[in-house]
């Protein structure tokens, strides 16, 4: 008698995607990741709540998420209905001392909470912070330069230490950070404005972070924009580097985190297309990836050693 032939299961394709996972399961696991949350990922509803389904999924996957977030949308809006300008100069904010005081309600009061919400509707996970917070990071005040004159746009910060000990024992206790970028001033007690880009790349560097991913609303680092919307899938921080001079405004403090990043104790940096649902997991647990990769040099990464098992 013959054995009836196996059925064709039609979740079979989903069987080989958590398997394509299983090696990047096993190299990120207990690992700490460093998210910088912003961009469209932040205002649409729908990429939010993919936004908090990836970063709980990483922290039962067996990684480690830190999120830190800015929010320059929500902050040039609350500023609208006080009626407050909104001023740009260098690309910073400038920040009066009433504006800081909007700044800090907005983060820690209104962009912070929500997406803890979001992240605690999986479970008791996230805890909300800020950068003032067990002297998380402490700044000193930041001037903007305009045509090689110094520039005074208020209460705008730039990081001088980070103190990683709060954010570390709540991952020791299995919970997902979530960091507001602000912070206070050793120098006059005033708290400032911090570039979320900034501070989560000083903060994956304190942590000795496995990886800095920053979500962007574009596909990565473009080679040759706008002649070719090619995406250069990865690169050294020495070619990150050159490149660096000629790159848009609104990605230079990006990938400035992320070359401070490897340069400091990180394994590997990301930029990510955060209108992407899901984009955290395909960069992480699949062959491809989706965003731009940077690596430290080979010859003089943090170890002296390649880093070869971080390549696609």
Same mark, same amino acid.
């Given at each position: ?35 910088? *949350?912003?961009?469209? #990922? =932040? ?7 993919? *936004?908090?389904?990836?970063?709980? *999924?990483?922290?039962? #996957? ?25 001023? *740009? ?44 917070? #067990? ?19 208020? $209460?705008?910060? &730039?990081?001088? &230490?980070?103190? +990683? ?11 997902? +950070? ?17 570039? %979320? ?8 560097? %304190? ?5 800095? =991913?920053?979500?962007?609303?574009? &596909? ?40 401070? #990043?490897? $340069? ?31 690596? +430290? ?10 880093? &070869?098992?971080?390549?696609?």
């Amino acid at each position: 008698m013959s054995l009836p032939t196996a059925r064709k299961h039609t979740a079979l394709p989903k069987a080989r995607t958590l398997i394509e996972a299983l090696p990047w399961l096993t190299r990120h696991h207990g690992k700490t990741v460093v998210i910088k *949350f912003g961009g469209n #990922a =932040m205002v649409d509803e729908d990429l939010k709540a993919a *936004f908090a389904q990836d970063v709980v *999924f990483l922290r039962h #996957a067996g990684l480690r998420p830190v999120v830190v977030h800015g929010g320059g949308p929500q902050i040039s809006a609350q500023l609208d209905r006080l009626g407050l300008v909104s001023e *740009f100069k260098a690309g910073l904010r400038v920040t009066s001392p009433e504006a800081m005081d909007v700044v800090r309600m907005v983060l820690a009061g209104q962009v912070q909470r929500e997406l803890v919400g979001l992240l605690n509707q999986h479970g008791p996970l996230a805890v909300g912070m800020t950068g003032e917070d #067990a002297h998380t990071m402490t700044a000193t005040k930041r001037y903007a330069d305009i045509d090689g004159a110094r520039v005074d746009i208020g $209460r705008v910060g &730039e990081i001088t &230490e980070i103190d +990683p000990g709060a954010v570390q024992a709540l991952l020791d206790d299995g919970r997902i +950070p979530v960091v507001s970028s602000i912070a206070r001033s050793a120098d006059d007690g005033h708290v400032y404005n911090i570039n %979320a880009d900034t501070a989560a790349a000083a903060l994956a560097a %304190a942590l000795k972070a496995e990886t800095l =991913m920053v979500l962007t609303d574009v &596909e990565g680092l473009y080679a040759d924009w706008p002649n070719s919307d090619e995406v250069i899938s990865q690169l050294t921080a020495s070619e990150l580097e050159k490149l660096l001079p000629d790159l848009a405004s609104g990605m230079v403090p990006k990938m400035e985190g992320c070359l401070y #990043a490897v $340069r400091n104790g990180v394994t590997t940096a990301r930029v990510l297309d955060g209108r992407v649902q899901h984009s955290i997991l395909l960069e992480i647990f699949t062959d491809e990836g989706i965003g731009t990769m940077v690596l +430290p040099d080979k010859d003089k990464d943090q170890n002296g050693t390649t880093d &070869e098992g971080a390549e696609r």
